[in-house]
């Protein structure tokens, strides 16, 4: 399953204000990229999730934001550095720009 046209539109247009975004399809999803810095996935399923480093990490998870983990193979499971973007910053484009600046001053 791949990143529908219209779930890459929402996301291109929720991150608008944090000006140029690069995208760049891979692992069934998409990569956002703002000056060839990766802040964010979208996920086939429409679930966009920004990517956590330092004391952003710390803030978002001491927030219990839902942390990006899956299952490897023979059962184990591992955790990405990617939480999911809260409900209410969906619904706000000035939020969501504002965690992915916070999320982007702590990536390299």
């Known amino acids: 399953m791949s990143v529908s046209d219209t779930d890459i539109a929402f996301a291109l247009e929720l991150f608008a204000g944090l000006g140029p975004i ?4 891979m692992m069934g999803g998409l990569c ?6 990766i802040f964010s996935i979208l996920h ?3 679930s966009i999730w920004l990517k956590g480093a330092g004391a952003f990490a710390d803030r978002i998870s001491a ?4 942390r990006w983990i899956y299952s490897r193979n023979g059962g184990k499971t591992a955790a990405m550095p990617y939480w ?3 409900d ?3 619904d706000d484009p000035d939020t969501a720009c ?3 600046r916070d ?3 702590h990536l390299d």
């Open 63 to 66: 927030e219990s934001w839902t």
């Open 32 to 37: 956002l990229y703002r000056e060839d810095v």
């Open 44 to 46: 086939s399923d429409g």
């Open 22 to 25: 690069r995208t760049r399809k």
């Open 103 to 105: 999320a982007l001053s």
């Open 98 to 100: 504002k965690l992915a």
């Open 88 to 90: 209410a910053a969906l």
């Open 84 to 86: 999911r973007l809260p």
